[in-house]
C-alpha cells in the first residue's frame, strides 16, 4: 500500500512543504494524515477521498448522484453513522456497501455494525458527503430526536398545563382569603417560610465559603492536588479531540468576533471541533456567518425548525455532528482563556472515572460599563470562585452554568443528554448528573463574557433562570422517594435549598424587607402575632438573623473580588443590598410565566458591549515557521509552548493560517 503523503504529491494535490509540516505534527498527535492536512487547508475533501480511494484501491461513492437507502441508515443508527464517519449505501446480492471517510478505522468498526447488514465491503466518500447525504433522509427524524431526547418523565414538555393552571389560580385564591380574613397570622406563616429559607440559604453559603477556604489553604500549603494527580506527573497519553458547540441565534454582531475569540485558543487545530449550531430560519446568523471566513476546524450546523426554539433543542441536534469524546459548550459572546482546552483536557485524564462533567468559571470582560455590570461580576465572581467550588467539595448537586461545561461524551449519553424543552438546561442536566450517579468537578479555567448591563434585559434574563429553576424542581420533585433514593439525604436536602429555599428568597423578599420598618421606628405587622409565641425574641431573632446574612454575603463578596482583575470592584460590594432586590420582580415575571409560557426562551442580547479585546495572532517570522511543542502536559496544565521549535520555511508562497503554523507569505 503506497503512502498516502506520496499518492498526494504525485496528484499535485499537496504542497511538499505543507505534507512535511503536516507528518512532523502527525509525529506528536494521535490524529490522522488527512485529518490535519484537511484542518490547515492544506488539502481539499476530494483530493484528499481520491487519494484514499487509490491507497486503498477502492471505488469512490457520490451519495447525491446514487441515493442510499435510508432503512440501512436506521438499522446502523444516525448517531453511530455520524460519529463513525460511515454511510450504509446499498444492499446488493447479499453485500452490503458501506462507505467510510475513514479506511484506516473500518476494519476495527466492523465488529461493532448490525449483523443483519451481512457480508460488508468498502467504499470511500469524504465526510460532508456522508452528512449531506444522512440529512437529506434523516432530517426530520433528528429534529424529533433532539426534541424528545429526555424521557417524558423527566422532561418538562410532559407538564399538565391544565392542572398546573388550576393549582396556581386556587392557591391565589387562598393566599387572598387568608390575607383578607386572617392577615396578621398569613402574613406570620409566609415570614416562617421565608426566614426558613434564608437559614438554609445562608448555611449553605457558609459552609460552602468555609469549604473553599480551607480548600484554598491546604492548596497553597501544598497538601491537596487534582484528582488522581500527584506532584508533577505528567500525562504521557495523547491530547484528545474535544468538540464544543456554540449556539447562536439572531447574532448579527458576534460572528466575526466570535471566530477571532476562538482562534485565541492554544490547542492544536486538527484536535479542536467547534460546531457553531444555527436554527435554519435565522438569516440574520447565517447571513453573518456567510460573510466570515471560517477555517476548517469550525462547523456551521443549521438546526431544523420544530415547535420551539429552544437553546437544549438545538444543542441535542449538534451533538449528532460532534468528533470528540469530551464536549463542551461556549456561548456566543464567549472569551475563553487560549489554554482552556488544554486544562480540560489534562483535568480528565487524571479525573476518576464517574467524573461525567468539569465546569470552569465564567467572569466579565465589561464590569465598568455602569453599576449593574459591576454588581453582576460580582455575583458571579462569588459563585463561580467560592461557593459553586465549596459545593462541589461538599459533594452537592451542581447547577451547571450554561457554558463553560465539558462533559464526557459518555456521560451526555447516559443521561439523554439536554432536556430541549427546559430554559434552565444547564441546571437540570446538573441534577441528572448526580441522580446517574456521575460528578461534577470545578477547574481552574475562566471564561469571559458579556455583563447585562440594562435593568429590564437583566429582569428578563434572571427571570428565565428562575423559572427553569421553578420547573427543573417540579420535574425532578414528581417522585421525592426516587430522588431521595437516587441522590441520598444530604443531597436531597441540598438539592430543597439549592433549588426551592432560593426561589423563596426571591418571591418573597417584600417579607423581609417590611422588618426594615422597624429600624424607622414603625409598627410591624407580625409583632402582635409572633411576639406572644417567642416570650418577646421574635423580632430581635430576625434581625439578628437578617444581619449576619447580609454580613456573610458581604464577606463572600469580598473574598471573591480580592484578587487583581476584580479589586476595583471592592468599594462596589455593600451595593449589592440594592442590587438583588431586583431578583423580586424577576421572580414574579418568571412566575407568571410558569402558568402563561413555559417554554419561551426570552433570549438576552448580545453585543450591546464592543469589548476591546486583544485578539492574539501567530507571529510571523521571515523565512521560518513556528511549531509549538505539543508535548506531554506538566503540572501547570499546560502543554510546554514556552520553546516553539522552528524550522526552515518549506516554502515561499501561501497565506497566512489560523492554525498553530505561522508561515511567512
Aim: glycine share 8%; aromatic share 8%; charged share 20%.
Amino acid at each position: 500500500m503506497s503512502p498516502l503523503g506520496k499518492i498526494l504529491v504525485e496528484d499535485g494535490a499537496v504542497d511538499a512543504g505543507n505534507l512535511l509540516k503536516a507528518i512532523v505534527m502527525r509525529q506528536r498527535q494521535n490524529v490522522r494524515l488527512g485529518k490535519i492536512l484537511l484542518t490547515h487547508g492544506w488539502v481539499t475533501p476530494q483530493a484528499l477521498t481520491r487519494a484514499l480511494s487509490r491507497q486503498w484501491r477502492t471505488s469512490m461513492l457520490d451519495p447525491a448522484q446514487t441515493p442510499v437507502d435510508p432503512r440501512l441508515i436506521d438499522i446502523v443508527g444516525v448517531e453511530f453513522c455520524l460519529s463513525h464517519g460511515i454511510l450504509p449505501w446499498r444492499r446488493i446480492g447479499g453485500t452490503t456497501w458501506v462507505a467510510t471517510a475513514h479506511p484506516e478505522t473500518f476494519e476495527d468498526l466492523r465488529p461493532h455494525l448490525p449483523e443483519e447488514l451481512g457480508r460488508i465491503r468498502m467504499l470511500l466518500c469524504s465526510e460532508e458527503q456522508i452528512r449531506d447525504a444522512i440529512l437529506s433522509t434523516r432530517r426530520g427524524h433528528m429534529i424529533r430526536a433532539a426534541e424528545m431526547r429526555v424521557p417524558a418523565a423527566d422532561s418538562c414538555r410532559s407538564r399538565n398545563e391544565a392542572l398546573i393552571g388550576r393549582i396556581a389560580v386556587l392557591l391565589v385564591a387562598a393566599l387572598a382569603s387568608a390575607l383578607w380574613f386572617y392577615p396578621s397570622w398569613t402574613f406570620a406563616l409566609l415570614t416562617g417560610i421565608v426566614t426558613i429559607g434564608l437559614i438554609a440559604q445562608t448555611g449553605l453559603k457558609l459552609t460552602a465559603f468555609l469549604c473553599t477556604l480551607w480548600a484554598t489553604v491546604r492548596s497553597k500549603a501544598g497538601n491537596i492536588d487534582l484528582p488522581g494527580h500527584s506532584g508533577a506527573k505528567e500525562m504521557n497519553a495523547p491530547l484528545p479531540v474535544i468538540s464544543v458547540i456554540v449556539p447562536l441565534f439572531e447574532e448579527s454582531d458576534v460572528a466575526g468576533r466570535l471566530v477571532a475569540r476562538l482562534s485565541r485558543l492554544s490547542y492544536p487545530r486538527e484536535l479542536t471541533d467547534i460546531v457553531l449550531a444555527v436554527e435554519e430560519s435565522d438569516a440574520i446568523t447565517l447571513d453573518a456567518l456567510g460573510r466570515t471566513a471560517l477555517p476548517h476546524w469550525i462547523r456551521v450546523v443549521e438546526v431544523p425548525d420544530g415547535p420551539i426554539k429552544t437553546k437544549p433543542r438545538a444543542l441535542n441536534y449538534a451533538l449528532n455532528f460532534c468528533h470528540g469524546q469530551i464536549v463542551g459548550i461556549w456561548d456566543a459572546e464567549d472569551r475563553p482563556d487560549p489554554d482552556q482546552l488544554h486544562r480540560i483536557a489534562r483535568h480528565f485524564h487524571f479525573a476518576a472515572p464517574e467524573t461525567g462533567c468539569i465546569q470552569g468559571a465564567l467572569d466579565y470582560y465589561n464590569p465598568r460599563t455602569n453599576w449593574l455590570a459591576r454588581c453582576f461580576t460580582v455575583e458571579y465572581a462569588a459563585w463561580f470562585r467560592v461557593l459553586l467550588p465549596g459545593i462541589a467539595r461538599l459533594g452537592l448537586v451542581v447547577p451547571l452554568g450554561g457554558t463553560t461545561c465539558f462533559f464526557r461524551r459518555e456521560a451526555l449519553d447516559d443521561v439523554d443528554a439536554w432536556d430541549a424543552w427546559n430554559v434552565t438546561e444547564d441546571a437540570d442536566l446538573g441534577v441528572r448528573l448526580a441522580r446517574r450517579g456521575w460528578r461534577t468537578e470545578i477547574v481552574e479555567t475562566t471564561t469571559d463574557e458579556e455583563a447585562n448591563c440594562r435593568v429590564l434585559p437583566w429582569i428578563r434574563q434572571r427571570s428565565r433562570w428562575l423559572k427553569g429553576f421553578a420547573l427543573t424542581w417540579g420535574v425532578h420533585m414528581r417522585h421525592p422517594a426516587r430522588l431521595w433514593q437516587e441522590l441520598g439525604p444530604r443531597r436531597f436536602i441540598g438539592f430543597q435549598v439549592q433549588f426551592l429555599a432560593m426561589l423563596t428568597q426571591y418571591l418573597l423578599a417584600p417579607m423581609l424587607w417590611s422588618f426594615w420598618l422597624l429600624a424607622l421606628g414603625l409598627a410591624h405587622p407580625v409583632s402582635d402575632t409572633l411576639e406572644p409565641l417567642t416570650g418577646g425574641h421574635a423580632i430581635t431573632a430576625l434581625i439578628v438573623l437578617f444581619l449576619t446574612s447580609e454580613m456573610i454575603g458581604l464577606i463572600i463578596g469580598l473574598y471573591a473580588v480580592r484578587g487583581t482583575k476584580h479589586r476595583h470592584l471592592l468599594p462596589w460590594v455593600p451595593t449589592l443590598h440594592v442590587y438583588f432586590p431586583l431578583g423580586c420582580f424577576a421572580g414574579w415575571k418568571a412566575i407568571h410565566e410558569i402558568i402563561a409560557k413555559p417554554f419561551y426562551w426570552d433570549k438576552t442580547a448580545h453585543g450591546i458591549y464592543d469589548a476591546t479585546d486583544s485578539e492574539e495572532q501567530p507571529v510571523q517570522i521571515p523565512g521560518t515557521i513556528v511549531l509549538p511543542t505539543f508535548g506531554p502536559i506538566n503540572d501547570t496544565g499546560l502543554s510546554d509552548l514556552s520553546e516553539p521549535k522552528t524550522f526552515p520555511a518549506l516554502a515561499s508562497s501561501g497565506s497566512h493560517t489560523t492554525g498553530r503554523i505561522a508561515r511567512a507569505g
